[in-house]
Nanobody, 116 residues
Framework: QVQFLESGGGLVQPGGSLRLPCAAS????????MGWYRQAPGKQRELVAG???????NYSDSVKGRFTISRDNAKNTVYIQMNSLKPEDTAVYYC??????????WGQGTQVTVSS
């Protein structure tokens, strides 16, 4: 089973940008459905950006127009570019597949804090 290692988080001011990479332990070429999730304090984990099983890209309404998901299969890495960050984007960010997430398998995530 492929495992994921998220990185790139940190403290950023409102309106700032961050790019988070997620490195997979194995090939992601055959993994079509995967995405970026986040969990804010006191809230449930939510999917914010993802590739569907048929190759479509979807975003939650809260990040649409600000976040962009991408992938580099040659590097076995998935990225999320986050622009115009808001304090409400503060959360731990994870990448995962729908199958692994349904089984409760999660990486350590990376903390993003948006604050002045």
């Amino acid at each position: 089973q492929v495992q994921f290692l998220e990185s790139g988080g940190g403290l950023v001011q409102p309106g700032g940008s961050l790019r988070l990479p997620c490195a997979a332990s194995g090939s992601i070429s055959g993994i079509h459905a995967m995405g970026w999730y986040r969990q804010a304090p006191g809230k449930q984990r939510e999917l914010v950006a993802g590739f569907s099983s048929v190759g479509a890209i979807n975003y939650s309404d809260s990040v649409k127009g600000r976040f962009t998901i991408s992938r580099d299969n040659a590097k076995n890495t998935v990225y999320i570019q986050m622009n115009s960050l808001k304090p409400e984007d503060t959360a731990v960010y994870y990448c995962n597949t729908p199958i692994s997430s349904s089984k409760g398998y999660w990486g350590q995530g990376t903390q993003v804090t948006v604050s002045s």
